[in-house]
């Protein structure tokens, strides 16, 4: 059975930085990409960045560029969303997902995903 867990949201002041967690079970990041997306309340859900499973690379959105990265601890199946320089527009739900397929470096923004989390609050505010 997979299971993908996100966990590490919180509150935080702008400016701030928090790390978010993305624990995969029953699937290895040895064969699946991650992908983080966030929902902002009244908004669409959006893709965030992506990890690909075959040589790492990682793909950022325009508004998280040179603020957020995507990283992977080699000891056990998890991969992190460091944030940091946090903006109240930053403020959603984070979720992660795992699919068996890599992302392109064109498409990774509308690349789909079979295994999801439950998502975790990530609240920006003074």
């Known amino acids: 059975q997979v299971h993908v867990v996100e966990s590490g949201g919180g509150l935080v002041q702008p400016g701030g930085s928090l790390r978010l967690s993305c624990a995969l079970s029953?699937?290895?990041?040895?064969?699946?990409?991650v992908g983080w997306f966030r929902q902002a309340p009244g908004k669409e859900r959006e893709a965030v960045g992506c990890?690909?499973?075959?040589?790492?690379?990682?793909f950022y959105a325009d508004s998280v560029k040179g603020r957020f990265t995507i990283s992977r601890d080699n000891t056990k199946d998890t991969v992190y969303l460091q944030m940091s320089m946090l903006e109240p527009e930053d403020t959603a739900v984070y979720y992660c997902?795992?699919?068996?397929?890599?992302?392109?470096?064109?498409?990774?923004?509308?690349?789909?995903?079979?295994?999801w989390g439950q998502g975790t609050q990530v609240t920006v505010s003074s």
């Open positions: 029953g699937i290895s990041l040895e064969y699946y990409a």
């Open positions: 990890r690909a499973s075959y040589d790492g690379r990682t």
């Open positions: 997902a795992a699919d068996i397929l890599d992302p392109g470096s064109s498409n990774w923004p509308y690349k789909k995903y079979e295994f």
